[in-house]
């Protein structure tokens, strides 16, 4: 089964308003990464946050980590129709030579 | 896209044709991926490597085989195309392995989408 799970699947918010993007995975992890996917695009990294790590800032997203609860979110704040687009999160495990993809939220920003 | 191209971007083939996708990096990355994504089962990884000539399975390999004779370019191969593999497949690349505590960050190429008839 996936290490990650996006929660929800899909999300559709207003223009301006914040999106948070949740992800859980089942084993001990070294790092989690969220990347983005506009529709016919390939992905793109947009974060990484280490297991010591508790929390991430980048311009308007925010990632948290609780390594106790095996989970993750992701905050965009002040969302614009750009932000339009799915998200997914990616863990990587100890020794492990593969990334593991969650499904993703596929976000949609109303204008 | 961080100097990563795929070639074809499109291509349609019929049950039982073999078919070669290419990805070309520019950016001298160690590592090189092939996935596939599907609606319902998201990214999978297929093959990756490593290094040149060193190549491994990832969790959906049967019916893939890879070749890496140079360091910028990573090919995948479908022996005998079935409908089970229309998909489109992504090509990523990073400077270090997914296992390590400072692990890189992957860049992904623009995709190949592949209909199989």
């Known amino acids: 089964s996936q290490q990650g799970e996006e929660d929800p699947q899909a999300l559709s918010i207003q223009e301006g308003e914040n999106a948070t993007m949740n992800c859980s995975y089942k084993?001990?992890?070294?790092?989690l990464q969220w990347y983005r996917q506009n529709s016919g695009r390939g992905l793109v990294h947009l974060i990484l946050?280490?297991?010591?790590?508790r929390e991430k800032h980048s311009g308007r997203l925010r990632v948290t980590l609780d390594t106790s609860k095996k989970s993750s979110s992701l905050l965009i704040t002040a969302s614009r129709a750009a932000d339009t687009a799915s998200y997914f999160c990616?863990?990587?495990?100890?020794?492990?030579?593969?990334?593991?993809f969650g499904q993703g939220t596929r976000l949609t920003i109303n204008p | 896209d961080a100097g990563i191209t795929q070639s074809p971007r499109h291509k349609v083939t019929e049950t039982g044709t073999p078919v070669t996708l290419r990805c070309h990096q520019t950016?001298?990355?160690?590592?090189m991926y092939w996935y596939r994504q599907d609606p319902g089962h998201g990214l999978r990884l297929i093959h990756y490597?490593?290094?040149?000539?060193?190549?491994d399975k990832g969790e959906v390999s049967d019916g893939y085989s890879v070749s890496r004779s140079k360091t910028e370019d990573f090919l995948l191969t479908l022996e005998s195309a079935t409908s089970s593999q229309t998909s489109v497949y992504f090509c990523?690349?990073?400077?270090?392995?997914?296992?390590?505590?400072?692990?890189?960050?992957?860049?992904f190429g623009p995709g190949t989408r592949l209909t199989v008839l």
């Open positions: 946050i280490r297991s010591n790590e």
């Open positions: 490597s490593y290094g040149v000539k060193d190549t």
């Open positions: 950016e001298n990355h160690r590592y």
């Open positions: 990616a863990t990587s495990r100890p020794g492990a030579q593969k990334l593991v």
């Open positions: 084993t001990s992890i070294n790092n």
């Open positions: 990523a690349i990073s400077e270090r392995g997914p296992g390590a505590f400072e692990t890189d960050t992957q860049y």
